[in-house]
């Protein structure tokens, strides 16, 4: 009996812990949907343990802001697809994706949305961890091209950017005209 009760106490902590990290990560399974009627895709899952490996090779001293950036994630998860013409994806699955970043501990930081560059919408997620953001979430999507990046773990809003254009990360434009990732893809 004790030895029962011991156990779900346990199991009970380790829900708490795990849950915060858990609900961060996105569930990206649907997304893997668009890829058939895609031209081009991009799937970057790199968990806590690759991310630490990565670190592990970085020394330089221009690369020490990022080395403490990757050894406090827990994961970064990067989706992309480019389709060859508007409208050849069901958006319904972008929908799927919108509802897990709706209330909890989510909160929307901005959406953009430019008519004069197609139709692109860019939003951003942050994931309230109390004092500190503890993750990251990133939809993009235009008639033509989604992207979706999620990082998951206690991030630094300002040393974010020195990820860019690494472990699958894009370059998000947030200052240009149109939102989105700059892309060197042909329309």
């Known amino acids: 009996m004790m030895r029962h009760a011991l156990l779900t106490t346990l199991l009970t902590v380790a829900l708490a812990i795990a849950s915060p990290a858990a609900a961060q990560h996105l ?26 490996l990565a670190a592990a090779f970085m020394s330089d001293a221009d690369d020490a802001d990022v080395k403490r950036l990757l050894t406090a994630l827990q994961g970064i998860y990067v989706r992309g697809y480019t389709f060859g013409k508007d409208g050849a994806y069901d958006g319904a699955v972008l929908e799927n994706l919108r509802q897990q970043l709706t209330g909890g501990r989510w909160a929307r930081l901005v959406t ?21 953001p503890g993750g990251l979430a990133v939809l993009s999507s235009s008639p033509r091209e989604v992207m979706v990046v999620n990082i998951v773990g206690e991030i630094d809003i300002a040393k974010l950017r020195s990820l860019k254009g690494q472990f699958g990360v894009p370059d998000f434009d947030l200052d240009a005209k149109g939102a989105g990732p700059k892309s060197k893809s042909k329309r």
């Open 27 to 52: 569930q990206l399974a649907d997304l893997g949907k668009l890829a058939p009627g895609a031209l081009n895709v991009v799937d970057v899952s790199v968990d806590k343990g690759l991310l630490g």
């Open 112 to 132: 953009t949305r430019s008519v004069e560059d197609g139709g692109k919408e860019l939003s951003v997620y942050l994931w309230n961890a109390g004092d500190k």
